[in-house]
């Protein structure tokens, strides 16, 4: 049985955060709605991601969720390097999930 991060992060833009704070809920990035779910990070997964997909960019924001708060909505999924990623699906991230946030 596999048991599973009770946290993943989610990398957000400055912009993406402004509308996150205002907006109370991540209803996703671009790559999000192409794929249809929200995409996460476990803690080690982290690096390889802001790396990949975040190289040059500044002013990252990057919460911590509380993956219990979102249920069975979260389902881990093979993905990059053949590891399980956490991704969110049929509901956007709410704020009340967000531990903390730190920049990226």
Request: aromatic residues 8%; negative net charge.
């Given at each position: 049985m596999n048991t599973y991060p009770a946290t993943a992060y989610k990398i957000?833009?400055?912009?993406?955060?402004?509308?996150?704070?205002?907006?109370?809920?991540?209803?996703?990035?671009?790559?999000?709605?192409?794929?249809?779910?929200?995409?996460?990070?476990?803690?080690?997964?982290?690096?390889?991601?802001?790396?990949?997909?975040?190289?040059?960019?500044?002013?990252?924001?990057?919460?911590?969720?509380?993956?219990g708060m979102l249920g069975d909505d979260v389902r881990w999924e093979v993905s990059r390097g053949g590891a399980l990623f956490p991704h969110l699906y049929n509901r956007p991230l709410p704020m009340t999930a967000v531990v903390s946030v730190r920049a990226g």
């Open positions: 957000l833009t400055a912009d993406q955060w402004a509308a996150f704070e205002r907006d109370g809920v991540f209803a996703g990035a671009p790559v999000d709605h192409a794929d249809g779910y929200i995409h996460l990070s476990a803690a080690d997964q982290l690096q390889g991601t802001l790396d990949k997909h975040f190289a040059g960019q500044t002013g990252l924001v990057i919460a911590e969720v509380d993956l």
